[in-house]
């Protein structure tokens, strides 16, 4: 049995988002963590560890032996923990597998196959393990799964990030049409069974949903008859506590096909925008995440915000895919709220800072095309990867930053120190440790995280908590 959760005591650097634009840095700082994962008491300027505890022991009631102390190194702070938006477990296996494919050829070549293999209990054991595996080495303390159509594959990944203790939206995919005969639901009723289904099993093994939540998943609008569409806008007005995922507008003949399948005659919306088909089927909420949305049109986008919908940027699968760039500055400005996702296997990498690099790189794509504003900072692309992410799914009021009541779910972050050799201190050259972000100490803060943004991977994430719970460490942190 797994001992007593403890309450804890973390003390160093702590840095993370204050606003859209700026990150706030806290230096020598403790926080307390109760033995149920929150934050109860953030001390800033300690001055050192020990004089933090002195301090915060006697004021909050606890006994020196019944807590943890975990402090940072030099060269080491505390950040929020990544929150991927949206990813397909069940494509994992094929991350930079797509050839020089198109997005809907891509689906019938690489994807429809592996997702029905998963069907098979050990072969979905082994790629979920995975995928859950290395989104949380990378840093993701929560992430957004696509799961397959399969009910009993569905619970399963609900059941790893359980055991795994990572935060999840997980997804029971739902298609009835424009796909194989042998990978769709029957029937629009048969889907919503299928559901329902999946969302008791979620909610039996964690009654709570503190971890692991169902959320509505309709695959995107061309794979979802009217009636399936009809009937999740129903089975969401019922269930106002969960969340919906879709795609939106992440490619041009994707985008026809709705236009082609759901004329404002058959649905009823306003025209015949990709948005609006979502809104006629009452998909289109405040709980409502849509992936992708490269090519959306004015009109789409105020529908978007006035709903209160958020969006998933997937900057790698974009470039990937050739699907295009997404405006992330415009749908700012208009108010809607965005975070990133690794959109793996359209995406290559689980890394979401990964994803914050490289959705600033494709945020100057967008400014060379003429609008210099659109160009995205670090400090921009750190908030998408956790505030924004966080608010996204649901949980700006748990996660995403540094604040009493929120939950600890927490990345440690190490970079490398430059020796006078040109080595890294207590690292030996060549060895996995060794990583890809240099200090030389003379850099300010901005400027290190900054280098951890551009450079940075798995290697410099020492150590990660979800509520305060140890999820993963490198052996050498």
Known sequence: MAAPAKNKIFWGSLVHSKTLDELEYLHDTAVAVDAAGKMVAIEQGAGDVAKAVETLLPRLGWAEADVDVVKAKDGQFFFPGFIDTHLHASQYPNVGIFGNSTLLDWLNTYTFPLEASLSDPAKARKVYNRVIRKTLSHGTTCAAYYATVDVASTNLLADLCLAAGQRALIGRVCMDQLSPAYYRDESPAAALAATRASIAYIESVDPGMKLVRPCLTPRFAPSCSGPLMRGLGALAAERPDLPIQTHISENK?????????????????????????????GLLTDRTILAHAVHLGEAEADLIATRGAKVSHCPCSNSAITSGAARIRWLLDKGVCCGLGTDMSGGYSPSVLEAARLAALVSRHVAMG????????????LFLATKGGAEVVGLQREVGGFAVGMDWDVQLVGLGTVDAEGGVEGVAEGTEEDGNVDVFGWESWPDRVAKWVYNGDDRNTKKVWVRGRLVHERIHS
């Open 253 to 281: 003949n994707e985008i026809a096909l709705v236009h082609e399948l759901f004329p404002p005659s058959s649905t009823g919306a306003a025209d015949d925008s990709y948005a609006s088909v979502y809104d006629a089927f």
């Open 370 to 381: 003429g609008d210099e504003h659109a160009k995205l900072t670090v400090e921009e692309v």
